[in-house]
């Protein structure tokens, strides 16, 4: 982002560029730069690989070990992410977050490798599965902080750059369950594992060719740092942003009722009221959303980007809506594209305003604090909504959700922190 898009100054005699001249002149920056093409590859094949393994779950591991098989493996996964993602921001400042993204790779290489000797060798013992889970979400919890703190080191206009690895992160988890699916039902789980773990290696290599300036490494020089010491430093610098912190307390709330539940409320109905095609089609149609919300965050560059990812929130509230009141197809399909836009376009301000308003040195562990808040709401309404159905049935605890989506952009509204929040330009670019 140039000096140029700043926000214009208080003195009404400044002169500051009008909002399309700023927005055209950012859309002329160049993106598609050496550092961004690697970055942005390394990015997208991780997350086709880590879209394929859901799948790769669901139906290998299931098929031996059942429901609950399945449920404690991905809740190995899950646990050991939010367990250790803090430590993963703290090492990412510490160590440099491109060091840190390669080795998660290289560990996920070996994770996926083992499980792939493993499937073709014939059934996998439950141990193995249950390990390789946790070390792959001790991985990622290594590897998703740096991730944002990289993004403004190779891209010079952060919200163009988000918006295009939100589109290709759409595409991956379009295309990647479902070649997972067809791999397994034609050859053995292993050639999905073989793939995954290929992905990995690509990503890893993609990273590694990166070039940053030192000044931009973000990584902490400073000897006898303790490691409470630095994640104090990155409590204080989190709960500094009265936008931040509140927008996580928000977003638990939103994990907890909405996002959480929705995956197995809506799939229980949809999959008894139409079928699982209908709903297997409908996760496609969020997907072409995500895809459009991505495309429309290129474009539009709100002076306010949470106030304006608050009023596109506001439409997710049509997904579980049209669920919870038995929509026809055409009318599910749409609440769906609709669902994609509004969450592809907040993550987009989401992120943007998190990487230029937060101080290079400290970045990654900010969004390690933000990163552990949401995952954690959404881990405890998942597990909240069996449970639940003792209460209400499916229908009612999705209406449930869509009330809670309103409210949730009203809180984002009613906060002067959140609402009144500028764009900024980046602190520090590659």
Not at 229 to 258: H, P, S
Request: proline share 7%.
């Amino acid at each position: 982002m140039t000096t140029s898009e700043t926000p214009a100054p208080e003195s009404p005699a400044a002169e500051a560029p009008a909002p399309d001249s700023k927005a055209s002149a950012a859309l002329r920056i160049p993106l598609w730069d050496r550092r961004f093409t690697l970055f942005f590859t390394a990015r997208t094949v991780s997350q086709f690989g880590d879209a394929m393994m859901p799948v790769a779950a669901a139906l290998a591991v299931g098929a031996v070990y059942g429901i609950s098989g399945v449920g404690l493996v991905l809740g190995t996964w899950t646990g050991t992410f939010v367990l250790l993602v803090l430590f993963g921001g703290v090492f990412a400042d510490r160590f440099g977050a491109r060091r840190m993204m390669v080795g998660a790779d290289l560990v996920r290489v070996g994770t996926q490798g083992v499980l792939a000797v493993a499937f073709f060798a014939g059934t996998p013992p439950f141990w193995l599965l249950v390990t390789m889970s946790a070390l792959g979400g001790a991985a990622v919890a290594m590897f998703l902080p740096g991730m944002n703190g990289m993004v403004p080191l190779v891209a010079r206009e952060p919200q163009r750059a988000n918006a295009t690895l939100k589109v290709a992160d759409a595409l991956a988890h379009l295309l990647g369950p479902a070649l997972a699916g067809l791999l397994i039902a034609l050859t053995n789980a292993g050639i999905v594992y073989t793939i995954d773990a290929g992905t990995f290696v690509l990503s890893a290599l993609c990273l590694a060719l990166i070039r940053l300036a030192p000044h931009t490494d973000n990584s902490l020089t400073q000897k006898g740092r303790s490691l409470r010491r630095d994640l104090r430093q990155g409590w204080r610098e989190f709960r500094a942003r009265t936008w931040m912190w509140a927008v996580i307390l928000i977003w638990m709330f939103y994990g907890v009722l909405v996002f959480g539940p929705l995956v197995p409320l809506s799939s229980a109905l949809v999959g008894a009221r139409l079928g699982p095609d209908a709903y297997g089609l409908a996760v496609s149609f969020l997907g072409v959303g995500t895809v459009l919300g991505g495309v429309l965050a290129m474009r539009v560059r709100p002076a306010r980007p949470l106030a304006a990812g608050a009023v596109a929130m506001a439409l997710f509230t049509v997904l579980p809506l049209c669920v919870a009141l038995d929509a026809g197809l055409p009318v599910l399909l749409t609440g769906h594209v609709l669902g994609g836009g509004a969450m592809a376009f907040w993550s987009v301000m989401w992120a943007t305003s998190v990487q230029t308003h937060t101080p290079p040195a400290v970045l990654n562990r900010v969004t390690a604090y933000e990163l552990a808040g949401s995952v954690s709401g959404i881990a405890i309404g998942q597990i909240l909504a069996g449970p639940a159905l003792a209460l209400a049935s499916p229908a009612r605890l999705l209406m449930v959700s869509a009330g809670a989506c309103l409210v949730g952009c009203a809180a984002l509204f009613a906060i002067p922190a959140i609402r009144m929040l500028r764009r900024a330009t980046p602190p520090a670019a590659g």
